[in-house]
């Protein structure tokens, strides 16, 4: 287990180093991650490689028994670079250059970018390829974050052609036939013709909308792996790893293609930013942390905690006493088994003055420092538990395309696709049952739920996944606007929705309509749902179910025909159909008969209050937080405002 902090030394005067590290080993830390922003002082004129400051700042952790991540350094270029190479910056929709100053300035189809950043990795590793201080190899910083994944260049313009070209092996016919680009004449003769999607009148075609957000997340994948495959022909036995933003699902980047190229998957996790009034809630942190984990399904880092109030130009939310202390429990119960915070010492210049760390610019040793030191000798403690895969029995899949085709066309204006995601995952959450949220590539073998929210574009690859996961015993979730639109982004003549699982489901989709309202209908319970009621908004799909059974029917004046939800026995399975998006309490009695059926049972306990089992069958620990700003008793705890407790599990 590496417990540490994110340490920057070069902007510190070099005096402060050892008393610095002497800290940090009281804080109870074993590692420090330093080196990813530093690309001026690795290389102050071209060709020109030092590396000693660094190798004063290993030889001195070492010295004190501290391990180190070291970083490439390329998500900040220097100025020499950006003055020699103006077009290593990546330019805005509106073709304007982004200036250099900030971070991730640079185009990610930028031939120039690909070769000094060869350069620099290729230096920095052959120099410290024997260094056994180096526990692991951090590429770039937080790809895709802070708007970095879009570029408009005409570097772009030509790669993104050039992708065309291959996919569409250089027939433009086949192009425009696929497209439909005879609606509003625009045919192309060559693949020079076509633009890319910047600002025009009304919109451009969905199909090449959607091709550009997948040319989006190759141009930052092959970077990724690019730098990954250096290091590794390089040093092979190289621990390559990338700390990951949140807001994974809402990039024009696929975090799950770039893990496919780490060897480990790291995140920085911050549950409050500034401008922020309060925290997110309780589950869409867990939410994140889930989705971190599902991204190989496997066991990640956390390489920024927050201890600290945040924000850059905007300061934020202070976290209160011990919530950050919580949080970093909260995440290694879900599945976190190394954690550094963000930032061992607040800096005094730049552009993260308020992105206050352990220490603040006074560096006097305060609440935050004996926070951090108490939560690693709390959780040291229990490092072979958290070292065990978190074991699910329900999945939730997302699908890349899907949330880009509702990013090209949301439809209804209250519809946002990762908090519906986190509506559905509420349920499960609120009765402390972990969810694997994972890419739709993933195997779905392990699992008895799988909830599939959102997928409009239907793959007839995943569709025959989907069906027999369900025929062979499992039960599906599928959600309003499933399977809409085939993989080019366009509507299905002559099927019926949903496209592909009508079988599945037994129902049809005759029409359709968005709502302005969350709570737009109301809806009625039938059958097991007899005597319930509920409302529906966003969307909704008016079905007709084949050979279905109707939960809910819709209760408003010229519907109550249709059908709203649906289950119908598939196989040894089931597939249940939620035409709308359903309120709440709804949508929990609707979970809670799910669970039921899949024999699975979660652990009760108060609102606010997250309870997690780690470990195996004969070495459990449970571990309970409390997310409440007040005091409160379960099972025979009394849990302070912000507090956890971890002991062996009973049972």
Request: hydrophobic share 35%; net charge negative; charged share 25%.
């Amino acid at each position: 287990m590496l417990l540490g902090v994110d340490y920057y030394p070069e902007q510190w005067d070099v005096s402060m180093m050892d008393a610095d590290l002497d800290t940090i080993k009281e804080l109870g830390c074993n590692v420090i991650r330093i080196g990813e922003f530093c690309w001026h002082m690795m290389e102050k004129t071209e060709g020109n490689y030092d590396f000693s400051f660094f190798d004063t700042v290993i030889a001195k952790a070492k010295a004190k028994g501290l391990k180190v991540i070291m970083g490439t350094p390329t998500a900040t270029i220097p100025a020499w670079l950006a003055k020699k190479h103006p077009d290593i910056l990546s330019e805005f929709e509106n073709g304007r250059k982004r200036t250099f100053g900030g971070r991730h300035v640079y185009c990610f189809n930028s031939p120039v970018m690909y070769e000094y950043s060869e350069k620099i990795i290729r230096a920095e590793l052959e120099h410290f390829k024997n260094e056994d201080a180096i526990v692991a190899w951090q590429i770039d910083n937080e790809l895709g974050h802070e708007s970095s994944d879009v570029c408009y260049c005409g570097q772009c313009q030509n790669a993104f052609r050039d992708y065309l070209r291959k996919k569409f092996h250089d027939d433009i016919d086949a192009l425009n036939e696929t497209y439909g680009t005879t609606f509003w004449s625009q045919e192309y003769n060559d693949f020079d013709e076509i633009p890319t999607p910047m600002a025009t009148i009304t919109t451009h075609n969905p199909a090449l909308r959607l091709d550009w957000e997948r040319f989006r997340k190759k141009s930052i994948t092959d970077f990724a792996a690019f730098q990954a495959k250096l290091i590794k022909e390089i040093q092979p036995n190289a621990v390559v790893m990338h700390d990951f933003s949140g807001g994974g699902l809402e990039k024009h980047c696929d975090f799950s293609e770039i893990a496919k190229h780490l060897d480990q998957v790291a995140y920085n996790n911050y549950p409050v930013w500034g401008g922020q009034k309060e925290p997110i809630p309780p589950h869409e942190i867990a939410f994140g942390l889930d989705y971190i984990r599902g991204l190989k399904q496997e066991n990640f880092w956390i390489t920024e905690a927050i201890m600290g109030a945040q924000g850059h130009d905007v300061t934020g939310f202070l976290p209160r006493p011990n919530q950050a202390k919580m949080w970093s429990c909260q995440g290694m119960a879900r599945g976190c088994s190394s954690l550094m915070y963000f930032r061992y010492r607040g800096n005094t210049k730049g552009a993260e003055q308020f992105c206050y760390g352990i220490l603040d610019s006074d560096n006097i040793k305060r609440r935050k420092f004996y926070e951090v030191q108490s939560f690693f000798a709390d959780i040291s403690q229990y490092e072979k538990q958290l070292a065990t895969p978190v074991v699910s029995k329900v999945a939730m899949a997302y699908d890349y395309d899907s949330l880009a085709a509702f990013r090209i066309q949301r439809q209804s204006i209250l519809l946002d696709c990762v908090k519906e995601m986190q509506k559905l995952y509420k349920p499960f959450y609120d009765q402390n049952i972990m969810v694997d949220i994972i890419p739709q590539d993933a195997s779905f073998d392990n699992y008895k739920i799988l909830i599939l929210p959102l997928m409009i574009i239907g793959k007839p690859e995943l569709q025959a996944r989907v069906k027999a996961f369900a025929q062979n015993g499992g039960i599906v979730i599928l959600t309003y606007r499933s399977a809409v639109k085939n993989a080019d982004n366009n509507l299905t003549l002559g099927k019926v929705l949903p496209v592909g699982y009508d079988d599945l489901t037994g129902i049809e989709v005759i029409e359709t309509e968005s709502l302005q309202d969350l709570n737009a209908f109301p809806l009625a319970g039938q059958g097991k749902m007899e005597g319930k009621s509920g409302y529906g908004g966003i969307f909704r799909d008016m079905i007709v179910a084949k050979d279905a059974d109707v939960l809910y029917r819709y209760a408003d004046t010229f519907y109550q025909e249709f059908a709203a939800v649906t289950r119908k026995q598939y196989g040894k399975g089931t597939a249940y159909y939620l035409g709308c998006s359903v309120d709440e309490t709804t949508l929990g009695e609707l979970i809670a008969s799910v669970l039921q059926e899949a024999a699975l049972q979660g652990i009760v306990s108060p609102d606010g209050v997250e309870v997690v089992h780690r470990g195996t069958d004969t070495d459990k620990i449970c571990i309970t937080m409390n997310h409440n700003a007040y005091t409160v008793e379960t099972n025979g705890l009394k849990l302070a405002p912000f507090g956890y407790h971890i002991a062996p599990a009973k049972g």
